[in-house]
């Protein structure tokens, strides 16, 4: 693992992409870190990114009309060529969490045939992969390279984690630890971009209890 490609899908949260992005470590010692922001049908966050001079944020991609987060992630997903974190414009990273994540895939899986889950800390219960660092090799697992199930709009994690498990591919470092500011817990953060998820929350419910039934896991 020589660099890694971190995701990051964005919709109109200029303010709290900008704390996400403030969380991220410039450099890691050891790896180029490449901060990808793709923003979802979000024109103006785009032209504000391109002229920022935001020096940590290696590209940003402007997809016109709003196609979902999984939809984001699988775009550039399949275009990395080495590890690939990605992640959510509601979270702050704690110091030292990707490094210890980074860490943690060279010492459990050195080939790159795995995944290391982000702690999200007090949350009362969290998948280990809604956050998560994700191999080269595992990604190859995948139908072009498309980390996310592409039916699903929003909610997809889970059948990364249960691949990770079945696979005993799946690690969840304790030290890689990040705050999500999800509305369950923190009723301030609510805003129209989680509204607009909400409404697709039954639709992809509806695909992954189809799927779960049939004893379906996209990746196997």
């Known amino acids: 693992m020589k660099h890694i490609d971190l995701i990051i899908p964005t919709r109109n949260r200029w303010e709290k992409l900008q704390r996400c992005l403030n969380s991220v470590p410039k450099t890691i010692p050891g790896y180029e870190l490449n901060v990808i922001i793709i923003c979802d049908g979000d024109l103006q966050t785009a032209g504000r990114l391109l002229s920022s001079n935001e020096g940590r944020i290696k590209q940003v991609v402007y997809v016109r009309e709003q196609r979902g987060s999984v939809y984001c992630r699988n775009l550039m997903t399949q275009c990395a060529d080495d590890a690939v974190l990605y992640a959510t414009d509601d979270i702050e990273f704690k110091n030292g969490a990707i490094e210890a994540a980074a860490q943690a895939m060279v010492e459990r899986y050195p080939d790159g045939d795995g995944i290391i889950g982000f702690n999200q800390g007090k949350k009362q219960s969290f998948s280990p992969t ?41 690690y969840l470092e304790m030290a890689a630890e990040l705050i999500h500011y999800h509305p369950s817990f923190n009723h301030m953060e609510i805003d129209d971009t989680h509204k607009e998820a909400r409404v697709k929350r039954e639709a992809d419910r509806r695909i992954s209890v189809t799927r779960r039934a049939k004893k379906l896991i996209w990746g196997l």
């Open 130 to 170: 809604g956050v998560a660092l994700v191999g080269q090799k595992f990604l190859c697992r995948y139908p072009q390279r498309k980390l996310f199930f592409p039916e699903y709009f929003h909610f997809s994690c889970q059948e990364i984690e249960r691949l990770g498990r079945k696979l005993d591919r799946l």
